[in-house]
């Protein structure tokens, strides 16, 4: 069966090989089950997050199995989660009531343009007339913003009246247990053991709960220091949903249109960089690119995400999108869309684990966040200094901006805005594509919105 679906033989792979290689993309990217709810739950429900993670998750996986037949697994995007949690709901929509219901409207906005823009091949078009030194000065700066979000999960860097920010106490167990998480995770990735981020946080957890029972870690519910051990007395809430599914504001977006859409951009622009070079790369790495260096189905692949965006979003969780630990299962062997049916069959499992799953701290997902931050920085080494100066000065401002401005739209804002000037200002405006016009337009009128006080 499973090879008439997945044409195994056709791509030099059998099932067993699909299999290992599905639980390893599993195990490389299951973290998100627990970071997830972890960093929106700062601004809505954390069970109903977890279910929404997990079954948005698995269903647009299944997608991209059936579908598209790729080895490539999808789930909340790292980054994108942080956007939406503390750049949009906390920062832009800090005064609104139930901001949540906002964002996830905007994700839903913004999945329904990728289906559109997925059935037009657009997609690959303005992924084409982005620089390269930006893209990689993108995902740098998305890096250094999700480490800087773990460091202060775990109080290892806090908040200093005079500096802004300021090194955390040592007295802590948060800060000495997730600095320990960080190292167990860089010496398993070392040693290329499978699952090491999972085992990360698995062990840092484990590790907590030995201090909270020797008395280190002490439990203090008012200052929102909970117990670690999982609490099985009230069941499986599989009903979470209802706190996060559907949970849309129109009315909100129809009055305050300008904001809405620069939200909706945001998010758009960032989604873009995310899949697409996720889906290069690891299919890259399984040998799935011709002769071009193009990617077959790719109208399939791009589908298959901007459904699982519009899903997730319905479901309560923030963009889905493909993901880049899914080259792990490609190096066990993962060619075919079967890789892609065993991770989603996993997430399905997770369901029922989730008092597990949220009872691990912010502090044991933070050597995490930390380790994906250092992965994502790894793009500056791509990065040309020795180029045109707008290149490397757009690369520049979008590595600087998102963690010093606490926001990944304004990295990718001001990095394009650069770009664009600067392109202009040496005389070479001709370079300027359409697509990076229009793209700057956007931003202009997304700062004059910011003067005038609309955002």
């Not at 599989?238 to 859409?261: D, E, M, P, R, V």
């Not at 079967?338 to 989730?354: D, E, K």
């Amino acid at each position: 069966m499973f090879e008439k679906i997945f044409k195994l033989k056709e791509h030099g792979t059998n099932e067993k090989t699909e299999i290992i290689a599905g639980i390893t993309t599993f195990l490389a990217m299951a973290y998100i089950l627990a970071v997830n709810p972890s960093i929106l739950g700062n601004v809505m429900d954390a069970n109903g997050v977890f279910m929404a993670t997990a079954l948005a998750s698995a269903i647009a996986t299944f997608i991209m199995a059936f579908w598209a037949n790729y080895p490539i697994a999808l789930s909340a995007g790292m980054g994108l989660n942080a956007y939406f949690a503390f750049t949009v709901c906390l920062g832009e929509l800090g005064g609104e009531e139930n901001a949540f219901t906002i964002a996830l409207t905007a994700v839903l906005v913004e999945g329904i343009i990728f289906i559109l823009m997925s059935a037009c091949k657009f997609r690959e078009q303005i992924i084409n007339g982005i620089p390269q030194n930006l893209k990689f000065g993108i995902t740098t700066g998305i890096g250094l913003f999700i480490a800087f979000i773990g460091l202060q999960g775990a109080g290892i860097a806090i908040t200093d009246s005079s500096t802004l920010v300021a090194l955390g106490n040592f007295n802590s167990p948060q800060v000495v247990l997730a600095l320990i998480g960080f190292m167990i995770i860089a010496t398993l990735s070392h040693f290329n053991i499978k699952g090491s981020v999972l085992i990360g946080i698995l062990a840092t957890w484990i590790l907590g709960l030995i201090a909270e029972a020797l008395g280190w870690y002490v439990v203090d519910i008012d200052a929102g220091v909970y117990s670690l051990v999982p609490n099985f007395s009230q069941g499986i809430h599989l009903g979470g949903l209802g706190a996060t599914a559907f949970k849309f504001n129109f009315g909100w977006a129809a009055k305050h249109i300008i904001s809405f859409i620069a939200i909706v951009f945001s998010f758009l622009f960032v989604d873009l960089f995310d899949t697409v070079g996720t889906v290069v790369g690891v299919a890259d790495k399984a040998g799935l690119l011709d002769k071009d260096g193009k990617l077959p189905r790719a109208g399939r692949v791009f589908m298959a995400d901007a459904i699982g965006t519009t899903v997730g979003a319905c479901l309560g969780t923030s963009t889905v999108t493909s993901f880049v630990e899914s080259s792990a299962g490609v190096a066990e062997g993962g060619k075919t869309g079967m890789s892609s049916f065993v991770t989603g069959l996993l997430f399905i499992l997770s369901l029922f684990l989730s008092p597990i799953f949220l009872a691990i701290p912010s502090f044991a997902t933070a050597p995490a966040l930390v380790y994906v931050g250092m992965l994502m920085f790894s793009s500056a080494a791509k990065i040309s200094f020795n180029g045109e100066i707008a290149d490397t000065a757009s690369a520049y401002m979008a590595i600087l901006m998102m963690p010093l401005t606490y926001s990944i739209a304004n990295g990718i804002m001001f990095g394009v805005i650069t770009w664009v000037t600067l392109k202009v200002c040496t005389g070479k405006f001709k370079d300027v594509n359409p697509i990076m016009w229009i793209v700057f337009v956007l931003f202009t009128l997304r700062i004059i919105s910011l003067a005038k006080g609309f955002m």
